[in-house]
């Protein structure tokens, strides 16, 4: 149980294209999911907690207008890189909590983005 | 803030148990996570422990936390190959639903 499943795995694109990165609960809904922003060797950075129906909350010096987030669903976010340049290339990842926020999180697979 | 530190790196011997470690400075941790993460993949939970316990066993892996000494640790008995990954742990408060990550741990298991 607690499956997430996060799509694409890999995605490579040109400068100044936008990008959509799918975060999905398979079997268990979803009211909370994050996205995290991973370099090479480094940990997980905390972008935003996205919240089923209203505006996801930023970290401190995340950009909301350039990382768009989404949840429209209970079992569905969306992470869109707008405009994305070379320095947006990283590893993304998403997580969901199944109930309450007491509950671990569960995590995808995430989504290495490079941008040429 | 909160701070979670770890050591980067462990070397053990396939078959020897390994032991992670991992200190935090908030005290008003709620629970306490240890997630493995492979090469290009994302995070599996290993295992979690709330803050009023002491000790926690699922199978070949044991978690022991000190409150006192903020150090929480994970043990992982008869290390195989596969077990060779980077160890995070972690920490969430009762009212917050963020995680606080340490640096991880990359462990090696030689043969």
């Known amino acids: 149980g607690a499956v997430v499943s996060q799509h694409p795995s890999w995605v490579i694109c040109k400068s100044g294209t936008s990008v959509k990165i799918e975060c999905r609960s398979l079997?268990?809904?979803?009211?909370?999911m994050f996205w995290y922003r991973q370099f090479p060797k480094q940990s997980l950075m905390l972008m935003a907690t996205s919240n089923e129906g209203s505006k996801a909350t930023y970290e401190q010096g995340v950009e909301k207008d350039k990382f768009l987030i989404n949840h429209a669903s209970l079992t569905l976010s969306t992470l869109t890189v707008t405009s994305a340049h070379p320095e947006d290339s990283s590893f993304y990842i998403c997580?969901?909590?199944?109930?309450?926020?007491?509950?671990?999180?569960?995590f995808g697979d995430g989504t290495r983005l490079s941008i040429l | 803030g909160e701070d979670v530190e770890q050591s980067l790196f462990l070397s053990v011997r396939e078959g020897d148990s390994s032991v992670i470690n991992c200190t935090y400075t908030?005290?008003?941790?709620?629970?306490l996570y240890w997630y493995k993460q492979e090469p290009g993949a994302g995070l599996q939970l290993l295992t979690y422990?709330?803050?009023?316990?002491d000790m926690k066993q699922d199978q070949r892996l044991t978690v022991l936390l000190n409150k006192k000494d903020k150090h929480l640790s994970l043990r992982i008995a008869d290390t195989q190959t596969g077990d060779s990954a980077i160890y995070f742990c972690?920490?969430?408060?009762?009212?917050?639903?963020?995680?606080?990550f340490g640096t991880g741990t990359r462990l090696q298991v030689f043969p």
């Open positions: 997580s969901a909590v199944d109930g309450d926020a007491r509950q671990p999180q569960h």
């Open positions: 972690a920490e969430s408060h009762f009212n917050t639903d963020k995680l606080i």
């Open positions: 079997d268990f809904q979803a009211t909370t």
């Open positions: 908030d005290s008003s941790s709620t629970y």
């Open positions: 422990i709330f803050s009023n316990m």
